[in-house]
């Protein structure tokens, strides 16, 4: 199982970007998929989830507006595009994958995305994003 993200950057307050993640290993939809990320001096925290059991895409309180989470399914392959950037995005983004969708939903939908970390059994290795004021 392999998740490989890219697209992190150095931009300026108010920019965009887009990451990308592409997976292989594993039958894309049995998997829900989730972007996190980890600013310096913090724990991870869960910013969206595609839970492919009832199609939903979920995202932290502190995100909705700004990011969107879409993905060319039949390339294995999602994305975060961020909108509006903000110097308190600056953080390690990563994609995770995880089997039991019926328990990540579970979590997403009843205590939110930012609830979501152990159940996620697959990491990739983070694309950096920097964002200067």
């Known amino acids: 199982v392999q998740l490989v993200e890219s697209g992190g950057d150095l931009v300026q307050a108010g920019g965009s970007l887009r990451l990308s993640c592409v997976t292989s290993?594993?039958?894309?939809?049995?998997?829900?998929i989730a972007w996190f990320r980890q600013a310096p001096g913090k724990e991870r925290e869960g910013i969206s989830v595609?839970?492919?059991?009832?199609?939903?895409?979920y995202y932290a309180p502190s995100v909705v507006g700004r990011f969107t989470m879409s993905g060319d399914y039949a390339k294995n392959t999602v994305y975060l595009s961020i909108s509006t950037l903000e110097p308190e995005d600056t953080a390690v983004y990563y994609c995770?994958?995880?089997?039991?969708?019926?328990?990540?939903?579970?979590?997403?939908?009843?205590?939110?995305?930012?609830?979501?970390?152990?159940?996620?059994?697959?990491w990739g290795q983070g694309t950096q994003v920097t964002v200067s004021s």
């Open positions: 595609r839970t492919n059991n009832d199609g939903g895409i």
């Open positions: 290993g594993f039958t894309f939809d049995d998997y829900a």
């Open positions: 995770a994958a995880a089997a039991d969708i019926f328990t990540v939903g579970m979590i997403a939908r009843s205590l939110g995305v930012t609830a979501l970390r152990d159940e996620f059994e697959f």
